[in-house]
Nanobody, 125 residues
Framework: VQLVESGGGLVQPGGSLRLSCARSGFAWRRYAIGWFRQAPGKQRAGVSCINNSDGRTYYADSVKGRFSISRDNTKNMVFLQMNSLKPEDTAVYYC???????????????????WGQGTQVTVSS
């Protein structure tokens, strides 16, 4: 299983970025896909998750209404659209996978099996 994130960068507060996660080595459609982030000096924290079975989405309270997760199984890609970015969104963002659906504990890091290398998002003026 290999996951590769892209799309990070430097953006001003209020700006937008779209992160992408590409996979190789497994059947993408069988897996829930999660996005986590890790800010300097902090633990990795769940940002969003999208189900395998029904496309249901989940979001951390801190990003609800600003971030949107989507997946394109035909292209083996998952996206995280991030709008109205704030300085506190600055972090390394990771995508991850787990068999089945997100579940009620999707935000728990140890639930997830495989991780990408991460992409840096910096929100600063």
């Amino acid at each position: 299983v290999q996951l590769v994130e892209s799309g990070g960068g430097l953006v001003q507060p209020g700006g937008s970025l779209r992160l992408s996660c590409a996979r190789s080595g497994f059947a993408w459609r069988r897996y829930a896909i999660g996005w986590f982030r890790q800010a300097p000096g902090k633990q990795r924290a769940g940002v969003s998750c999208i189900n395998n079975s029904d496309g249901r989405t989940y979001y951390a309270d801190s990003v609800k209404g600003r971030f949107s997760i989507s997946r394109d199984n035909t292209k083996n890609m998952v996206f995280l659209q991030m709008n109205s970015l704030k300085p506190e969104d600055t972090a390394v963002y990771y995508c991850t996978v787990d068999v089945g659906d997100c579940g009620s504990t999707w935000y728990v890091e140890r639930k997830w099996d495989s991780w990408g290398q991460g992409t840096q998002v910096t929100v600063s003026s």
